[in-house]
């Protein structure tokens, strides 16, 4: 890519000529590395929170699951924590996610790296998108390739004991596909999918705030429900922020239709003809959108 | 070539005017140095120029519009925008990678040789660095990118007299040549006296002085008058005068030369003397406009 080193004493070419060939996607890849660089939690939390589920795991079956001499409780104590390993491992990353988030466009402005960043040219857009990115692209990926490790290797240490006491490890293999296209299938739709307008807010927030990033990105939708609930003794914006983080109260009420379990059953169909993912993916564009332009207009604080 | 032009150019922070419809063009391969109190509207202006604030008027920076085409014109504009806005965390080798990834006119291996001349190790992060290192990185970043103007605010500010030096001579030497264009604020202007090609005095957001340096040394002469020709002296209207052990300095504007030299040592004054000069007119302590 320096291939101008040499035509250092050019003239004054003529303006809107393209300089040396760039691929638009490179400035994007730089970016989301950089933002890996900064904030090494991203991957290190996950990664260390599957250590110490394992951790416990490898006690559970040399110690616990050993001492029950009843073989099906043994069972049963072995198959237990996978679905509880995968949801350590969301909720990590989910708690990463929000703080990085709150982050990411504030600390560039605390800390006057602003003005480096924008001393090169990388557009708003660029910056933006590569810090939503990271919420709901690197770490929807760095979830599902850790929990499967994570429950590979538990399978594996079951495996071992349960053929250490002479029982089949058939029953343990055979959900062991299903269960991590499950683990896909859930960490898509709810947290890519389901949950990007708390993202896009949690960015904005961040871009706009001079301090507290966090105080703002949570208080007034609290000050909203309690207003609601005090003037009109109605909770619909409660409600509504329920339903964005948990799924809603009718969608679990009616099984199969928002996959709020991971092990829930695939029904995409009805996922996808919820009118609420639209409207979230809607509002999540406009967030950003006004994430991208507040960026144009800031400076450091 | 005209590189940087503004006509009118306003900028207000609610009741506070940075910029007052300033005018002024800043031709190719200038090194201009843009020299005001704190306050003036430099920053201001020079935010205006990098598309990093709105502003009212009419400006053009490398025929661009620097506010709606901010991201065409970084690929052509490098800027120092103050010391130590390089990331903390970042790591000299990352802060490498990352130029080298997004700016298509950097050149790496020249960058490399740059900070090969410093003590600068690769595998350092930016707060292990003392801030003289920090201006040196970021210096070697910039110099490195095939730019065809480089903005600087302040970019000495709180280094010592080494480091600063240093910073100038590498422009100069190594950085600068006929086809670049240099904007460079600061309040160090001893530091810069010898390696501007123009000037301008900048003040509550109007320009009260753009000359280049030629013309600087042509029409401002500083004598250090005998005592018994002071009064003869300032007949010939001088625009500042100022006492140093017991004698008189006058500072003249476009007055001949020949005949001050028969009132004591005449010589160019330093661009701090002139600038002291034309902000205490500015402030109203003195008679004489200096334009």
């Not at chain 1, 393209?18 to 991957?43: D, F, G």
Request: some cysteine; glycine content about 6%; proline content about 5%.
């Amino acid at each position: 890519m320096n291939t101008q080193s040499n035509a250092m004493p050019e003239s004054f070419d003529t303006q809107g000529i393209a300089p040396a060939p760039m691929s638009a996607t490179q400035p994007m890849y730089w970016s989301i590395r950089r933002e890996l660089w900064e904030n090494r939690s991203i991957y290190i939390a996950p990664l260390a929170v599957a250590a110490v589920t394992l951790f416990g795991f490898l006690i559970a079956t040399m110690g616990y699951a050993m001492s029950v001499s009843n073989l099906a409780q043994r069972r049963a104590a072995l198959e237990g924590p996978y679905s509880f390993a995968a949801g350590v491992i969301m909720a990590t990353t989910f708690v990463v996610g929000v703080f990085y988030s709150l982050d990411a466009l504030h600390g560039e402005r605390r800390d006057r790296s602003i003005l480096f960043w924008k001393s090169l040219p990388v557009s708003d857009l660029t910056a933006v998108l590569s810090k939503v990115s990271i919420p709901l692209v690197v770490l929807p990926l760095l979830t599902v390739v850790v929990v499967v490790a994570t429950q590979l290797i538990m399978l594996l240490l079951s495996s071992a004991v349960l053929m250490g006491s002479g029982l089949s490890v058939a029953t343990l293999w055979t959900p062991a596909f299903r269960m991590s296209l499950m683990l896909l299938y859930h960490i898509v739709t709810v947290h890519v999918l389901w949950h990007a307008p708390i993202y896009g807010w949690l960015l904005l927030v961040s871009g706009w705030a001079r301090r507290a990033a966090f105080l703002w990105a949570a208080l007034p939708p609290l000050a909203i429900c309690a207003v609601e609930k005090i003037a009109f003794n109605t909770t619909h914006f409660a409600a509504l922020l329920g339903y964005r983080f948990m799924g809603g109260a009718e969608a679990l009420t009616a099984p199969g239709s928002f996959p709020i379990d991971p092990m829930t059953h695939l029904t995409p169909g009805k996922f996808l003809s919820t009118p609420g993912l639209w409207m979230g993916l809607a509002v999540a564009a406009a967030l950003l959108a006004a994430a991208v332009r507040l960026r144009r207009f800031q400076g450091p604080i | 070539m005209t590189v940087i032009e503004a006509r009118g150019l306003r900028k207000a922070f609610g009741t506070t005017i940075a910029l007052d419809s300033v005018n002024f063009r800043v031709e190719e391969g200038r090194i201009l140095g843009l020299i005001g109190p704190n306050g003036a509207g430099k920053t201001t202006a020079l935010n205006a120029m990098l598309g990093l604030i709105p502003y009212q008027g009419e400006l053009r920076v490398l025929g661009r519009d620097p506010w709606s085409e901010r991201e065409q014109l970084m690929r052509d504009v490098c800027f120092i925008a103050d010391v130590a806005v390089l990331p903390r965390w970042m790591r000299v080798s990352q802060a490498l990678d990352y130029v080298a990834g997004v700016h298509p006119r950097f050149d790496r291996a020249k960058a490399e040789g740059f900070l090969a001349k410093t003590t600068i190790q690769h595998a350092s992060k930016v707060r292990e660095l003392s801030k003289g290192m920090v201006t040196q990185l970021h210096l070697a970043l910039v110099m490195a990118i095939d730019a065809k103007l480089l903005v600087l605010d302040e970019p000495t500010l709180g280094l010592d007299i080494l480091y600063r030096k240093q910073f100038y001579d590498s422009l100069l030497n190594d950085y600068y040549d006929r086809s670049r264009t240099i904007v460079v604020t600061t309040h160090q202007v001893e530091d810069v006296q010898h390696v501007l090609t123009d000037l301008m005095f900048i003040n509550r957001g109007r320009i009260v002085l753009d000359c280049s340096m030629e013309e600087f040394e042509a029409r401002y002469v500083e004598v250090m008058v005998h005592p018994e020709r002071v009064t003869a002296a300032r007949a010939l209207k001088p625009i500042h005068e100022r006492q140093v052990l017991g004698r008189s300095i006058l500072l003249f504007d476009r007055v001949d030369r020949q005949q001050l030299a028969g009132f004591g040592d005449a010589r160019t004054p330093s661009i701090s003397d002139l600038f002291v000069a034309v902000m205490g007119n500015q402030a109203g302590q003195a008679p004489g406009a200096i334009r």
